[in-house]
């Protein structure tokens, strides 16, 4: 058993950016990680305006803890390193040319788990010279590289029970290199030791001079406030040092520091502040060309000034000035900038725009000069004032649009997958925070709607070539409504096809179709007549009979055909097109009309329907390249020619030369009823050829084809059909071209867009049915079109942060609970508003009025329920009810109970997380009227602790309290809430989340592992049968059929489980009578691995029916994925052994490659815990990315069964001797082994994932 995984959506949360000039030294560029993927992106002015393009990008498969930058002297362009989670150190820069990330220099440390990463913090010489990193605990390391080669030398220094917070060098303008760092020491407990609790020591801010050998410290200094940050200063032999409330220069040479205040809210001064995160600015974004520049102590002068840009924790944005004389840095001064969410980094354009890649949600990029045209107002705070009072400032909120913008869809809090109002699936995303937190409903972009997906029985090797569906006829079959024809390449296979809903598909044995050939058409021309061309001729079945019509030569086979109800037109090797009739009856006659030459080998025919009198024929003729008598290689022909079929000749109206070969036609009506030609080429070439009519002097009408569009959709030929669509409950028609992928259109006029779901060339219309059939290997899928319009997808904004949601499928209404802490409620702001104003009125007035002092309100919970309803493509609010001040809504649950549609809340007052704990906890009770608009209350329930989870089970509610699990019914005419039974201390911390199975219920944890419970109905009793079942720390989870659950932890692991069963116990041995009647197998673990990301939900999703579960996750980063059990186990196998292959063989690849390594892979996805039974997808997308040469070697080697002694082998040699020692027919093999293996990988990758638009 193995189970498929692959990423749907990567993560744009951004936890590191670096600004630079990364390609050609010219341009700046962004680079940024998302959690292991590494971006390379630009910012520009185009004509349409600021745009952000990702130039390139690569899955490092490893979390990207850090980035620095560094260049090299006389170099134009930047380097970047980077260090992972698992120890792994790359440097590396950007190939212009290939456009693409290359590994120069690769270093793996060590990793001791859990005390220390090796590296937690990075910083840069700015001259290249040195690459200083550090653990969080005891280790630095200085790195020197040299120049451009791989050679490294590593220097390593340990500080002994040392805390370090923070990096930087040092610029002493001289050759000399200098570090600076952030230190505590710290002492560790011992087991039966008693300590006081001391208090908090502040860090030293140390000196320490390097050279090849060693690092030798040369000054300490204890820092005035407790430090979190340095900020290199460049010249000026120092560093700032950021703290609580204050930031500080600290010179190496001078024991004065120069310290100024952070400022704080006028609204807020008792709140610390410390800076997040900062930006160095140029000084020309600043200067003012109309002011002159004076120096004084509250005008400092811009020109000899350092700048910066910091964010505190709260996100106002403060610029601060270093001003610099003729002794180094003299003062320091703050000037409030504006206010925008916290960000992770900041980067600063030297056009002037300022990029904030912020925590959460979407990224921005902001004009600098605006900001500071908006900042003059506000006033400036300098080091040189008196000590005192804190500064205080009144901050704005954001009224300035950003000129570009990133989407991000992190944190995703909970997620749905439902049909609202309709028949088609959406995901609901609840993401954001606070009030940038936002309701995200997206049309799942799976375009079809599938029916049902059989397998085909064929020989091994054999491919569907053509495919047809026909009524069946009494003569070969009188139960099937329909029949399948389906030609291979030498044979052909007829299948029947029950018109159910499920599509029952059977094969035929005996049948009278020739079979052991291939066919060129099939088509049911009479109520018991089917005709099939063949290429040694055409046979009429009818009467279970099969009787040869037309015996062709062994010298003239057939080539093409084109048939409808009239007539059958057949082309032949000689290059000839001859006509057949076809009465109404279905059987072919012979015509009249002769035999038409044409010059050259026909790829396609088409023979139009709609006129009684004359029909129109596209035939397709390609001529191929031969040599003149001086070998001289002709090129190719490719033509299209028009045929009109009259009652004695097949004449020629119009042709065409094209550029590609024609593979296939359609026929359209174009504008003013014009008719038109789609044709279909090879190399995905897709022309539309107008058919255009002028009156000549002599009465006759001259026919002209001319090219109206080109387009090209792919690299493979076009297959084009006309297809039905079936849109708001009617039924329409588009086209339909296939090659690489498929590609749809409504009109003749209108613009292609692709389809996401996986169709192949050899499709057919299911008749009398809106369902379109298609074979990819050997399954034939039916589907339907269904609502191809592009939608948008809907966005509702939130006040709080979103918790919990629940849908009403039916309504479209959505329920959604809101919940943020140190926030006040609407009521809350308007009261202290209000207060406010009369107190700013009374300091105006010249009047004294005794007003009573502001009412000290503390920030606490603010919570709301709110309903939103989606019927079409906009959301509108239906209700929203506010909760009173320090309540929080922590759980919610829709059901249905004896027709009334309830809604439960779990809230609580005064709740705190550390604890778990609150002063009062209730669960409210609402009523959804019948017209799903009006809510009603019906009670509120007291509870002793909070309710952090809520369940539907069996017609009743289980509600998490506390420890404890109670089980809730609800009176059927009051509708109050009553208590059935209670099982207390079932988990050791607090109850997070409830999962019914049948009989047993699962309930998971804050900090421990799950406990299995059950619920006798008898006894009204709940017994808890296992505690604390492995793993521990369940963050979301579901369950499967078959008995089968996934789990995702904090540790950023999923396991896949098979779980217990209940066994009846021998209750003679039975002590206790609490003890349960039943007794619990052990767990069994199916698959592990480890996915890198804080899974928050997961929910089923079921692509077919009868068909094993997809499990869709979201995480926290904002990333979605999928998890799939392979039905196949033979392809099981086979993708398991290439995935196994790959991993071994990674090392060598990254040799060869000289890109990027993926061989962290290895370490990656069994970080905590082995890999087990799960296939990585994204993984396995690598291989469609090698070389021909190197995917040919992955091919070798796994039919070789690569063990792992093998690899310590030199496979390089090996690598370079492999295309001379093979046999030319071995080696063709592994061609087409590279051919079947990228096939299979591409289409299970387009059939695994389901596509969104956000």
Same mark, same amino acid.
């Given at each position: 058993?193995?189970?498929?995984?692959?990423?749907? &959506?990567?993560?744009?949360?951004?936890?590191?950016?670096?600004?630079?000039?990364?390609?050609?030294?010219?341009?700046?560029?962004?680079?940024?990680?998302?959690?292991?993927?590494?971006?390379?992106?630009?910012?520009?002015?185009?004509?349409?305006?600021?745009?952000?393009?990702?130039?390139?990008?690569?899955?490092?498969?490893?979390?990207?803890?850090?980035?620095?930058?560094?260049?090299?002297?006389?170099?134009?362009?930047?380097?970047?390193?980077?260090?992972?989670?698992?120890?792994?150190?790359?440097?590396?820069?950007?190939?212009?040319?290939?456009?693409?990330?290359?590994?120069?220099?690769?270093?793996?440390?060590?990793?001791?788990?859990?005390?220390?990463?090796?590296?937690?913090?990075?910083?840069?010489?700015?001259?290249?010279?040195?690459?200083?990193?550090?653990?969080?605990?005891?280790?630095?390391?200085?790195?020197?590289?040299?120049?451009?080669?791989?050679?490294?030398?590593?220097?390593?220094?340990?500080?002994?029970?040392?805390?370090?917070?923070?990096?930087?060098?040092?610029?002493?303008?001289?050759?000399?290199?200098?570090?600076?760092?952030?230190?505590?020491?710290?002492?560790?407990?011992?087991?039966?030791?008693?300590?006081?609790?001391?208090?908090?020591?502040?860090?030293?801010?140390?000196?320490?001079?390097?050279?090849?050998?060693?690092?030798?410290?040369?000054?300490?200094?204890?820092?005035?406030?407790?430090?979190?940050?340095?900020? &290199?200063?460049?010249?000026?032999?120092?560093?700032?040092?950021?703290?609580?409330?204050?930031?500080?220069?600290?010179?190496?040479?001078?024991?004065?520091?120069?310290?100024?205040?952070?400022?704080?809210?006028?609204?807020?001064?008792?709140?610390?502040?410390?800076?997040?995160?900062?930006?160095?600015?140029?000084?020309?974004?600043?200067?003012?060309?109309?002011?002159?520049?004076?120096?004084?102590?509250?005008?400092?002068?811009?020109?000899?000034?350092?700048?910066?840009?910091?964010?505190?924790?709260?996100?106002?944005?403060?610029?601060?000035?270093?001003?610099?004389?003729?002794?180094?840095?003299?003062?320091?001064?703050?000037?409030?900038?504006?206010?925008?969410?916290?960000?992770?980094?900041?980067?600063?354009?030297?056009?002037?725009?300022?990029?904030?890649?912020?925590?959460?949600?979407?990224?921005?990029?902001?004009?600098?000069?605006?900001?500071?045209?908006?900042?003059?107002?506000?006033?400036?705070?300098?080091?040189?004032?008196?000590?005192?009072?804190?500064?205080?400032?009144?901050?704005? &909120?954001?009224?300035?649009?950003?000129?570009?913008?990133?989407?991000?869809?992190?944190?995703?809090?909970?997620?749905?997958?439902?049909?609202?109002?309709?028949?088609?699936?959406?995901?609901?995303?609840?993401?954001?925070?606070?009030?940038?937190?936002?309701?995200?409903?997206?049309?799942?972009?799976?375009?079809?709607?599938?029916?049902?997906?059989?397998?085909?029985?064929?020989?091994?090797?054999?491919?569907?070539?053509?495919?047809?569906?026909?009524?069946?006829?009494?003569?070969?079959?009188?139960?099937?409504?329909?029949?399948?024809?389906?030609?291979?390449?030498? &044979?052909?296979?007829?299948?029947?096809?029950?018109?159910?809903?499920?599509?029952?598909?059977?094969?035929?044995?005996?049948?009278?179709?020739?079979?052991?050939?291939?066919?060129?058409?099939?088509?049911?021309?009479?109520?018991?007549?089917?005709?099939?061309?063949?290429?040694?001729?055409?046979?009429?079945?009818?009467?279970?009979?099969?009787?040869?019509?037309?015996?062709?030569?062994?010298?003239?086979?057939?080539?093409?055909?084109?048939?409808?109800?009239?007539? !059958?037109?057949?082309?032949?090797?000689?290059?000839?097109?001859?006509?057949?009739?076809?009465?109404?009856?279905?059987?072919?006659?012979?015509?009249?009309?002769?035999?038409?030459?044409?010059?050259?080998?026909?790829?396609?025919?088409?023979?139009?329907?709609?006129?009684?009198?004359?029909?129109?024929?596209?035939?397709?003729?390609?001529?191929?390249?031969?040599?003149?008598?001086?070998?001289?290689?002709?090129?190719?022909?490719?033509?299209?020619?028009?045929?009109?079929?009259?009652?004695?000749?097949?004449?020629?109206?119009?042709?065409?030369?094209?550029?590609?070969?024609?593979?296939?036609?359609?026929?359209?009506?174009?504008?003013?009823?014009?008719?038109?030609?789609?044709?279909?080429?090879?190399?995905?070439?897709?022309?539309?050829?107008?058919?255009?009519?002028?009156?000549?002097?002599?009465?006759?009408?001259?026919?002209?084809?001319?090219?109206?569009?080109?387009?090209?959709?792919?690299?493979?030929?076009?297959?084009?059909?006309?297809?039905?669509?079936?849109?708001?409950?009617?039924?329409?028609?588009?086209?339909?071209?296939?090659?690489?992928?498929?590609?749809?259109?409504?009109?003749?006029?209108?613009?292609?867009?692709?389809?996401?779901?996986?169709?192949?060339?050899?499709?057919?219309?299911?008749?009398?049915?809106?369902?379109?059939?298609?074979?990819?290997?050997?399954?034939?899928?039916?589907?339907?079109?269904?609502?191809?319009?592009?939608?948008?997808?809907?966005?509702?904004?939130?006040?709080?942060?979103?918790?919990?949601?629940?849908?009403?499928?039916?309504?479209?209404?959505?329920?959604?609970?809101?919940?943020?802490?140190?926030?006040?409620?609407?009521?809350?702001?308007?009261?202290?508003?209000?207060?406010?104003?009369?107190?700013?009125?009374?300091?105006?007035?010249?009047?004294?009025?005794?007003?009573?002092?502001?009412?000290?309100?503390?920030?606490?919970?603010?919570?709301?329920?709110?309903?939103?309803?989606?019927?079409?493509?906009?959301?509108?609010?239906?209700?929203?009810?506010?909760?009173?001040?320090?309540?929080?809504?922590?759980?919610?649950?829709?059901?249905?109970?004896?027709?009334?549609? =309830?809604?439960?809340?779990?809230?609580?007052?005064?709740?705190?997380?550390?604890?778990?704990?609150?002063?009062?906890?209730?669960?409210?009770?609402?009523?959804?009227?019948?017209?799903?608009?009006?809510?009603?209350?019906?009670?509120?329930?007291?509870?002793?602790?909070?309710?952090?989870?809520?369940?539907?089970?069996?017609?009743?509610?289980?509600?998490?309290?506390?420890?404890?699990?109670?089980?809730?019914?609800?009176?059927?005419?009051?509708?109050? !809430?009553?208590?059935?039974?209670?099982?207390?201390?079932?988990?050791?911390?607090?109850?997070?989340?409830?999962?019914?199975?049948?009989?047993?219920? =699962?309930?998971?944890?804050?900090?421990?592992?799950?406990?299995?419970?059950?619920?006798?109905?008898?006894?009204?009793?709940?017994?808890?049968?296992?505690?604390?079942?492995?793993?521990?720390?369940?963050?979301?989870?579901?369950?499967?059929?078959?008995?089968?659950?996934?789990?995702?932890?904090?540790?950023?692991?999923?396991?896949?489980?098979?779980?217990?069963?209940?066994?009846?116990?021998?209750?003679?041995?039975?002590?206790?009578?609490?003890?349960?009647?039943?007794?619990?197998?052990?767990?069994?673990?199916?698959?592990?691995?480890?996915?890198?990301?804080?899974?928050?939900?997961?929910?089923?999703?079921?692509?077919?029916?009868?068909?094993?579960?997809?499990?869709?996750?979201?995480? =926290?980063?904002?990333?979605?994925?999928?998890?799939?059990?392979?039905?196949?186990?033979?392809?099981?196998?086979?993708?398991?052994? !290439?995935?196994?292959?790959?991993?071994?063989?990674?090392?060598?690849?990254?040799?060869?490659?000289?890109?990027?390594?993926?061989?962290?892979?290895?370490?990656?996805?069994?970080?905590?815990?082995?890999?087990?039974?799960?296939?990585?997808?994204?993984?396995?997308?690598?291989?469609?990315?090698?070389?021909?040469?190197?995917?040919?070697?992955?091919?070798?080697?796994?039919?070789?069964?690569?063990?792992?002694?093998?690899?310590?082998?030199?496979?390089?040699?090996?690598?370079?001797?492999?295309?001379?020692?093979?046999?030319?027919?071995?080696?063709?093999?592994?061609?087409?082994?590279?051919?079947?293996?990228?096939?299979?990988?591409?289409?299970?990758?387009?059939?695994?994932?389901?596509?969104?638009?956000?």
């Amino acid at each position: 058993m193995f189970f498929y995984h692959r990423t749907l &959506s990567h993560a744009l949360s951004i936890t590191g950016a670096l600004i630079g000039n990364f390609l050609d030294g010219k341009k700046e560029d962004i680079i940024v990680s998302t959690g292991r993927i590494l971006k390379l992106l630009r910012f520009e002015l185009d004509d349409t305006g600021p745009v952000i393009q990702t130039l390139t990008s690569v899955d490092t498969y490893d979390i990207i803890i850090s980035l620095a930058k560094f260049r090299n002297k006389d170099e134009a362009r930047d380097w970047i390193v980077i260090a992972a989670d698992s120890g792994n150190t790359t440097i590396f820069n950007v190939n212009a040319e290939k456009m693409e990330f290359e590994s120069v220099i690769y270093h793996h440390f060590i990793v001791q788990i859990p005390k220390r990463l090796p590296i937690e913090h990075l910083a840069v010489d700015s001259q290249g010279r040195a690459i200083f990193s550090a653990a969080m605990e005891e280790l630095k390391q200085i790195w020197f590289p040299f120049g451009s080669g791989r050679l490294l030398k590593i220097l390593e220094d340990v500080d002994k029970k040392t805390l370090i917070y923070d990096i930087a060098f040092v610029d002493i303008n001289s050759e000399n290199i200098v570090i600076a760092y952030l230190a505590t020491a710290y002492e560790e407990l011992h087991a039966g030791l008693k300590y006081e609790i001391k208090k908090r020591r502040k860090p030293s801010l140390i000196f320490a001079n390097v050279d090849s050998d060693e690092v030798t410290k040369i000054g300490k200094m204890e820092c005035l406030d407790y430090a979190n940050s340095l900020i &290199s200063v460049p010249g000026e032999r120092g560093v700032l040092v950021c703290a609580e409330d204050s930031i500080a220069f600290y010179s190496m040479d001078s024991s004065t520091i120069i310290r100024c205040s952070i400022p704080k809210r006028i609204m807020d001064p008792k709140a610390g502040v410390i800076f997040v995160c900062s930006t160095k600015c140029s000084r020309n974004l600043f200067q003012n060309p109309n002011q002159k520049d004076e120096s004084s102590s509250f005008f400092p002068s811009t020109q000899n000034s350092i700048y910066y840009l910091a964010q505190t924790e709260q996100g106002d944005i403060f610029r601060i000035q270093l001003v610099v004389n003729e002794f180094g840095v003299n003062e320091i001064v703050l000037k409030y900038f504006i206010t925008l969410p916290v960000a992770s980094a900041l980067c600063t354009f030297e056009s002037g725009f300022l990029f904030v890649a912020s925590e959460f949600g979407n990224h921005y990029v902001y004009n600098i000069a605006d900001i500071e045209n908006r900042a003059r107002v506000h006033p400036s705070f300098s080091s040189a004032l008196p000590k005192g009072k804190p500064f205080l400032f009144m901050h704005r &909120s954001l009224t300035i649009t950003p000129v570009a913008e990133i989407q991000s869809l992190s944190p995703i809090m909970h997620m749905e997958f439902e049909p609202l109002a309709s028949m088609r699936y959406r995901l609901c995303l609840a993401m954001g925070r606070a009030s940038l937190s936002a309701l995200k409903i997206s049309k799942v972009e799976q375009d079809v709607t599938y029916q049902n997906r059989a397998k085909i029985e064929k020989e091994r090797d054999e491919i569907p070539v053509r495919m047809w569906i026909i009524e069946s006829t009494l003569s070969i079959s009188e139960e099937s409504e329909m029949l399948i024809v389906v030609s291979f390449e030498d &044979s052909t296979s007829v299948y029947s096809l029950d018109g159910t809903s499920e599509y029952i598909m059977q094969k035929i044995e005996s049948t009278p179709f020739a079979e052991k050939t291939n066919t060129l058409g099939c088509a049911k021309t009479g109520e018991d007549a089917i005709i099939q061309v063949c290429p040694k001729g055409v046979c009429l079945i009818t009467d279970k009979k099969n009787k040869l019509i037309h015996r062709t030569e062994e010298k003239d086979a057939i080539e093409e055909c084109a048939m409808n109800k009239k007539s !059958l037109v057949i082309a032949f090797e000689n290059k000839q097109l001859k006509h057949h009739e076809i009465d109404k009856d279905g059987r072919v006659m012979k015509s009249k009309i002769p035999r038409r030459l044409i010059n050259g080998p026909v790829t396609c025919m088409l023979l139009s329907d709609k006129s009684e009198s004359d029909q129109l024929l596209a035939v397709g003729v390609s001529i191929p390249p031969v040599k003149t008598s001086d070998s001289k290689v002709m090129a190719s022909v490719n033509e299209v020619h028009l045929f009109n079929i009259g009652l004695s000749e097949i004449k020629l109206l119009c042709m065409l030369k094209v550029e590609n070969s024609p593979y296939s036609f359609l026929f359209m009506n174009g504008e003013s009823n014009l008719l038109s030609l789609l044709v279909g080429c090879e190399k995905g070439r897709l022309l539309t050829l107008a058919v255009e009519k002028t009156a000549e002097a002599e009465g006759t009408i001259k026919h002209e084809l001319k090219i109206s569009n080109t387009e090209t959709i792919g690299s493979e030929a076009v297959q084009l059909l006309h297809v039905p669509v079936l849109t708001n409950a009617e039924i329409g028609y588009g086209i339909l071209a296939v090659s690489n992928h498929p590609w749809f259109k409504e009109s003749l006029v209108g613009d292609f867009f692709q389809l996401k779901s996986d169709i192949s060339p050899c499709i057919c219309i299911i008749p009398k049915s809106e369902n379109i059939a298609t074979i990819l290997e050997d399954q034939l899928r039916i589907f339907i079109l269904e609502d191809l319009q592009p939608k948008l997808p809907v966005t509702f904004s939130l006040e709080y942060t979103p918790k919990k949601f629940a849908v009403d499928s039916y309504t479209g209404n959505i329920f959604i609970i809101e919940t943020d802490n140190n926030s006040y409620t609407e009521e809350t702001k308007e009261k202290k508003e209000i207060e406010f104003r009369m107190h700013v009125e009374a300091a105006k007035s010249q009047q004294r009025t005794n007003l009573p002092p502001l009412e000290n309100i503390p920030k606490s919970w603010a919570s709301l329920l709110r309903a939103i309803n989606l019927t079409g493509v906009n959301a509108r609010e239906v209700f929203k009810i506010p909760f009173d001040q320090n309540e929080a809504a922590l759980s919610l649950c829709y059901f249905q109970q004896g027709g009334d549609d =309830l809604l439960l809340v779990g809230v609580a007052k005064g709740f705190k997380i550390e604890t778990v704990c609150c002063k009062e906890a209730s669960i409210y009770t609402y009523k959804i009227l019948e017209d799903g608009e009006t809510i009603s209350f019906l009670h509120k329930t007291e509870i002793k602790s909070a309710p952090l989870a809520m369940c539907c089970y069996d017609g009743n509610v289980l509600i998490g309290i506390g420890r404890k699990l109670a089980l809730y019914c609800v009176a059927p005419e009051s509708l109050e !809430l009553k208590l059935l039974c209670e099982k207390k201390d079932c988990v050791s911390n607090s109850v997070t989340a409830i999962y019914p199975v049948d009989r047993r219920i =699962l309930v998971s944890d804050s900090k421990f592992g799950l406990s299995y419970l059950m619920y006798v109905p008898s006894d009204k009793s709940l017994y808890l049968l296992q505690e604390d079942v492995f793993p521990a720390e369940v963050t979301a989870a579901c369950i499967l059929r078959d008995n089968k659950m996934v789990r995702a932890t904090k540790s950023r692991d999923i396991f896949i489980v098979e779980l217990g069963t209940l066994k009846d116990r021998d209750m003679s041995k039975v002590i206790n009578d609490d003890e349960p009647p039943f007794t619990l197998s052990k767990e069994e673990l199916l698959g592990c691995f480890h996915v890198g990301e804080v899974v928050t939900s997961m929910q089923i999703f079921n692509t077919f029916p009868n068909e094993p579960d997809t499990v869709v996750y979201t995480t =926290l980063s904002g990333s979605i994925g999928g998890l799939s059990l392979l039905p196949w186990e033979k392809d099981a196998k086979k993708f398991n052994n !290439l995935y196994e292959t790959m991993l071994k063989l990674a090392p060598i690849i990254d040799k060869k490659r000289n890109t990027f390594p993926f061989s962290p892979n290895v370490w990656f996805r069994s970080r905590h815990y082995k890999r087990k039974n799960v296939i990585d997808g994204d993984f396995l997308d690598e291989f469609l990315r090698l070389e021909e040469e190197l995917q040919k070697f992955v091919c070798w080697k796994l039919k070789k069964d690569v063990t792992q002694n093998e690899i310590d082998g030199d496979f390089h040699d090996e690598f370079l001797r492999l295309k001379e020692e093979l046999p030319k027919i071995e080696w063709m093999k592994l061609e087409e082994d590279v051919t079947q293996i990228s096939t299979k990988l591409e289409r299970m990758r387009r059939d695994s994932m389901l596509s969104f638009q956000f």
